[in-house]
């Protein structure tokens, strides 16, 4: 399981970020962005397409004069999002294996099950997810918050705009991911009281509970940066 980790995180770093950063690039540099970043997910071929898109970007100008510090906000965005959504995983995988493995103690467990073995792997899948992830995801946010004290007012408004958008994005996220966990849990407590046979390992409502403490974490920390920048817009206005 701990594999699985390892190819989450190698999945995130050489496509997915990499792909995100050449497709906002290319289209402030006019270049096809559909095209390129399509080109740079299909895995092997992204490391040429990637070197392809170095060079022809070395030897082509930027059209309209976005400064650097623009692409590279949007870069750290993009890794600080994805690396938050590993984390978010991790957690909720290991809560899933906490939660599961309290419940598969009871006698009503089937024959051929191992739960020692199974809170094992999750364990390891969990923590080969966060030992990556987290570090990473702390890189990211330092150099994130580095970027945003220096970024000059040309290009303020047009980060201010993306932190926006993607905190928004996380809040919509969180916020159906909740959502859906609560009407499992509900489902699991309505079913219980008609009588209804739900699965004698209850795995749906485990998943419910291991998915709402990491959603409503991720709704609590983009409320945070929404205010943050509210409060920060009052004060330069005043």
């Keep these: 399981m701990a594999v699985v980790g390892l190819l989450l995180f190698f999945a995130t770093l050489f496509v997915w970020i990499p792909a995100a950063a050449i497709y906002f690039d290319a289209s402030e540099r006019g270049q096809s962005p559909y095209l390129w970043a399509i080109l740079a997910f299909v895995p092997w071929l992204n490391v040429i397409v990637i070197v392809a898109y170095l060079v022809m970007r070395m030897r082509t100008p930027s059209s309209g004069g976005v400064e650097a510090s623009t692409r590279l906000a949007k870069y750290l965005h993009i890794s600080v999002l994805t690396y938050w959504g590993l984390s978010a995983f991790g957690i909720s995988v290991a809560l899933y ?26 364990i390891a899948l969990a923590l080969s997810i966060l030992v990556i992830a987290l570090p990473a995801l702390a890189v990211h946010g330092v150099l994130l918050r580095r970027l945003l004290a220096r970024a000059v007012e040309a290009t303020r408004s047009a980060i201010d705009r993306l932190q926006d958008a993607l905190s928004l994005l996380l809040i919509v996220l969180g916020g159906t991911t909740a959502a859906l966990a609560v009407v499992l849990l509900v489902f699991e407590v309505i079913g219980r009281l008609l009588r209804v046979e739900t699965g004698s390992d209850d795995i749906t409502s485990s998943v419910a509970l291991a998915m709402l403490p990491s959603s409503t974490l991720t709704i609590l920390a983009a409320w945070a940066l929404r205010r943050d920048r509210e409060v920060e817009v009052a004060t330069v206005e005043s």
Excluded at 103 to 122: H, T, Y
């Design 97 to 122: 294996a906490v939660i599961h493995y309290l419940r598969l103690s009871r006698p009503l467990q089937s024959f051929d099950s191992d739960p020692n073995q199974a809170l094992r792997e999750q």
